[in-house]
């Protein structure tokens, strides 16, 4: 029952009015009865509208989507484009859905609708569509094949719950690490100037690398630029860096996920040639975080996520590490010696966060703590 036909009823009784004289008993009935049957009608139609559940949808990996709740857009899969998330277009040669350009990454749209059993006919029938964007005739209205969106990325499912607070937080780069490298040797910085140049400004490194008096100017202009660095430093400043860990079996009895073992390091500068060795950083505490704790519905979901159609898990998750700079350990002295081509440098782990996929924004599966 549609509230148009409603307004096709009051057009209609415009029109018999038209015919009868305004004077005529029959005339008069027959405009009671219709006037009533029609707001019978409208109170019933509005009635039902506000009767009716919106629809929601339980996804492969038991995600629930509802008509009327936000979802927000993620990274796109394509080149430039979105593979999965598209647009319902109309020209006068043409008409269908097209990919849509990368420019809606981390936009929160209403759910207007949910469809199933081959949207429009382009859909196959397997495949449920959310619709999505903003309400009225002329706002943005987007199409989402929303468990293929879910296996890549293209929508969000859930972020950190601390996705805030990490946003202060910096990345662990090429010259903090150079600058850890410098404060942890205890040796003077001028010995790390020509390292510090090659690496962070190689274009004036080429330039005078030829001229012995300008690169010795060079090197007092690095060294007096790191001094400034590591006087701005302080140990309780927390980095992160990314690293890619395995997950094994779930544990049911203590609810965790087991971690894989971690490397003995991981590499943050390249090795250059001589005087320039690759710098490791070394997690002191790695040792001590072998498993995360995570519900049952997230563990469940994360492994549908990633079985294919083969009955495959790929259990490879990617982590975010959380850390401070710390003293070089006295056990580090014999196992990890430097040398012309290796470097190491520490750091203590603080937590770590576990993601779905390797951009580490979102699809957050949990975290472990080593703070006490």
């Known amino acids: ?4 036909g409603g307004i096709n009823s009051i057009s209609y009784i415009c029109t018999v009015n038209k015919l009868y004289p305004k004077n005529s008993k029959t005339n008069y009935n027959f405009m009671k009865k219709l006037v009533l049957s029609v707001c019978f009608l409208i109170t019933l139609t509005c009635t039902y509208a506000q009767k009716t559940e919106p629809k929601s949808y339980v996804a492969f990996d038991n995600s629930t989507f509802r008509q009327g709740d936000s979802l927000y857009v993620g990274y796109n899969v394509g080149y ?12 006068q040669y043409d008409k269908g859905f097209r990919k849509i350009p990368a420019n809606v990454v981390g936009k929160k749209f209403k759910i207007l609708d949910i469809y199933t059993g081959g949207y429009l006919n382009s859909y196959d029938t397997s495949t449920v569509v959310l619709k999505i964007g903003e309400k009225g005739l002329l706002g943005l209205k987007l199409f989402v094949d ?25 990345q662990f780069s090429d010259s903090i690490a150079l600058l850890y490298k410098v404060k942890q040797s205890q040796q003077a910085p001028s010995n790390y100037a020509l390292e510090y140049l090659r690496r962070l400004n190689e274009k004036n490194y080429d330039k005078y690398r030829e001229d012995e008096f300008e690169l010795e100017n060079q090197k007092q202009i690095t060294t007096n630029k790191i001094n400034e660095n590591i006087a701005k430093m302080s140990d309780t400043t927390m980095y992160y860096t990314d690293i890619e860990l395995t997950l094994d079996n779930y544990d049911f009895e203590t609810m965790s996920f087991p971690i894989g073992r971690f490397n003995e390091y991981y590499k943050i500068n390249k090795y250059l040639g001589e005087n320039f060795p ?11 975080l072998t498993k995360f704790a995570v519900d049952k519905f997230t563990a469940n979901s994360f492994i549908k996520r990633r079985k294919d159609r083969y009955g495959n898990i790929d259990r490879t998750v990617f982590a975010r590490v959380y850390f401070k700079s710390t003293k070089v350990p006295a056990i580090a002295k014999s196992t990890y ?12 782990i603080c937590r770590v966060e576990f993601f779905d996929f390797k951009n580490r924004a979102y699809n957050y599966i949990g975290q472990i703590s080593a703070e006490k």
Not at 154 to 165: A, D, F, G, H
């Open 278 to 288: 690759e710098t490791n950083l070394v997690f002191i505490n790695q040792n001590n």
């Open 337 to 348: 010696i430097n040398s012309a081509y290796s470097y190491y440098i520490f750091g203590t």
């Open 146 to 170: 929303i468990n293929n969106a879910i296996r890549t990325g293209e929508v969000i499912i859930n972020l950190s719950p601390q996705w805030r607070t990490n946003m202060s937080i910096q």
């Open 1 to 4: 029952m549609r509230l148009i």
């Open 80 to 91: 430039q484009k979105f593979d999965y998330i598209k647009e319902y277009y109309i020209n």
